[in-house]
């Protein structure tokens, strides 16, 4: 299985101009797969006393590993939305120009703002951090804020796909970015 990069299209259609956002494949999980290796390989070692319960492990630490994609749900899936000069039509709405507070990128892992720093001394926990670090690096969303609540129009980006769209969103819509 390819690892897919994150990419967005962008069409016109009449006044209107859509965009389509695909997100990027979920990184393999390289520590877990390390010690599914360990564990299958004390498990064929220990065959005959018990070796069968470091398989399983194995066996469920390999797919943990190679297909789990801890991602959010909305940042898994192609992401369709329209944007003309006056509004934003996405995630099962209408944004009017006039009501958006912000357009705004957030990180669906930490649920912050980009940029993200993260830091720790313990071994252990600094592997689970580093999974989770490449996990954000593909999961920044572009999110529209209005009424006091935020909306996700796409998600799973790398973090140069989501300030491309950023920008081209905001183009559209006539609005200055920082």
């Excluded at 630490?61 to 789990?68: T, V």
């Excluded at 899936?77 to 509004?87: A, L």
């Excluded at 920008?167 to 559209?172: A, I, L, M, Y």
């Amino acid at each position: 299985m390819k690892d897919r990069a994150s990419e967005y299209t962008k069409r016109e259609d009449g006044a209107t101009t859509v965009f389509n956002v695909t997100p990027a494949s979920a990184p393999k999980f390289t520590y877990l797969l390390i010690i599914g290796g360990v564990c299958a390989l004390l498990g064929l070692g220990m065959i005959t006393s018990g070796g069968i319960f470091f398989l399983l492990m194995a066996a469920f630490a390999f797919w943990y590993g190679w297909f789990r994609d801890q991602r959010p749900k909305d940042h898994k899936v192609p992401n369709t939305f329209r944007v003309t000069s006056e509004q934003i039509d996405g995630a099962g709405h209408t944004f009017k120009k006039s009501d958006i507070h912000r357009l705004i990128l957030r990180n669906g892992i930490t649920d912050k703002e980009l940029p993200i720093q993260q830091w720790t001394t313990n071994t252990n926990v600094a592997a689970g951090m580093a999974q989770r670090a490449k996990i954000g690096q593909v999961a920044n969303s572009l999110n529209v804020e209005t009424g006091g609540k935020s909306y996700l129009l796409a998600g799973g980006m790398d973090e140069t796909t989501a300030y491309g769209l950023l920008h081209d969103v905001s183009k559209v819509l006539g609005l200055n970015i920082a």
